[in-house]
């Protein structure tokens, strides 16, 4: 089937999962920039992230670019196929470091998106149970799909690479010192994670008052370790009234899921790849 050119081109830029908002808005800056310098271009603008309408949820590594084309008659060389000139801003943009990139059309993404529920051209789905079998899977199947000709911007979906941060309790120190699980999970949880103190009423709406610690402590590993641990009976007889935390817990960092993706109730990966030079149904 032949494809409409839209005249336009949306540009999809990922990075690795722990990469923050402002990193992802200074990589972003730097990918425009690259785009722009391109006089075939009129404008290029970009989204990152999830607005607060979330009607097109996505994590703040992930960026949609907007490339507005000027008329082709406008063009140094009016007669340069579209597909050379995406292949162009595609080497330029490769030269900034830290981001994948797929290539498509702005109606036609969101075409993809609602027929599939994949960006790209062609979705191959990969079911299974544990993410360390499906994940060679996926990879396979992408090599496969890159050695196809025409196939483009082939991807895996990104489903591990987030980083954790592991606290282990020592159950040998917290029974000498007479703690429970409980107690110290407490802390973790209400430091952390935040815990609910009242409920505010405005109207008929309520809104749930959680206090937790402020975010430079939250994001202070040193500080974190250093969290006050109250002890039964402190005060007791010259007890001590709490132990910093990394007395009764270990630290570590390990890499975990990003995102668990699901279709009838089965986990799924999906490898997708955008189609050029030839028709897609051949």
Request: proline share 6%; no cysteine; aromatic share 6%.
């Amino acid at each position: 089937f032949p494809q409409l050119d839209e005249k336009n081109i949306a540009m999809h830029a990922m990075r690795i999962p722990s990469t923050s908002l402002t990193q992802s808005q200074d990589m972003q800056l730097k990918v425009e920039k690259a785009v722009a310098r391109f006089p075939q271009v009129a404008l290029v603008f970009s989204k990152t992230g999830t607005a607060e309408v979330a009607a097109d949820p996505m994590p703040v590594n992930v960026s949609d670019n907007f490339i507005i084309l000027k008329p082709e008659s406008e063009w140094p060389d009016p007669k340069l196929p579209k597909d050379r000139l995406i292949a162009d801003i595609q080497a330029a943009v490769n030269e900034v470091a830290g981001n994948n990139y797929e290539f498509t059309q702005p109606i036609q993404m969101r075409f993809n998106e609602l027929l599939a529920g994949t960006r790209g051209d062609l979705a191959v789905k990969v079911f299974g149970e544990e993410f360390d079998t499906m994940l060679p899977a996926a990879n396979q199947v992408a090599t496969v799909l890159r050695s196809v000709q025409g196939a483009e911007d082939v991807k895996v979906e990104q489903v591990t690479g987030l980083p954790f941060l592991e606290i282990r309790i020592d159950k040998a120190e917290i029974a000498r010192l007479g703690l429970s699980h409980f107690a110290v999970q407490d802390v973790i949880g209400a430091a952390i994670g935040g815990r609910e103190a009242g409920v505010l009423f405005e109207g008929d709406r309520r809104f749930e008052i959680v206090v937790r610690l402020p975010d430079y402590v939250r994001d202070d590993l040193e500080a974190l370790k250093n969290l006050p641990v109250p002890l039964p009976g402190a005060g007791a007889a010259g007890r001590m009234a709490s132990v910093p935390l990394k007395q009764v817990a270990s630290f570590s960092t390990a890499e975990g899921p990003n995102q668990i993706s699901r279709e009838n109730g089965k986990r799924r990966i999906v490898v997708t790849a955008n189609v050029r030079g030839r028709d897609i149904a051949s």
